[in-house]
């Protein structure tokens, strides 16, 4: 499984706004430069997030982006389907009328487990856990320092 710039940049974009929730709506721009992601790119992915309701815009001088729900309420699952497509890994794990090797094949299980396992790990790891790791990861470098 390899997955898409979609998918890794988008999840860091949402990852960027859970965040800074705190501080409000966050702009596209900042979002972008913090991810060393061209604004351009960032506005589609976030685009496409939006209309997933994964993420809402706030207009105004102080507008930006935020997310739609609590990190806690937001699993990695949702923004898969969003930009990489909730069709599995194999055709042929979705519909097998698209392979005349369905009924003898004995990778296609496999394939259907292995898809199965990935979706149930990116449904049981919310933007929460995402955050968690983010600030323990922030103070094990910054004992480096001290």
């Not at 009328?97 to 898809?115: F, I, M, N, P």
Request: glycine letters at 6%; charged letters at 25%.
């Amino acid at each position: 499984m390899k997955l898409t710039t979609k998918m890794r940049y988008g999840t860091r974009a949402m990852l960027d706004l859970a965040l800074h929730q705190e501080r409000g709506p966050v702009a596209l721009k900042d979002i972008a430069q913090r991810q060393e992601v061209s604004a351009k790119y960032m506005e589609r992915l976030l685009a496409a997030l939006q209309g997933a309701n994964l993420v809402k815009t706030v207009r105004g001088r102080r507008g930006g982006y935020t997310l739609s729900r609590p990190p806690e309420q937001i699993n990695l699952r949702e923004i898969y389907d969003v930009l990489e497509g909730a069709d599995g890994f194999v055709d042929c794990t979705i519909d097998p009328q698209s392979c005349h090797r369905s009924a003898t094949c004995v990778t296609q299980e496999v394939w259907a487990q292995l898809c199965a396992a990935c979706m149930r790990i990116l449904e049981e790891t919310t933007l929460a856990d995402l955050v968690q790791r983010a600030q323990q990861k922030q103070e094990a470098s910054m004992m480096y320092y001290i």
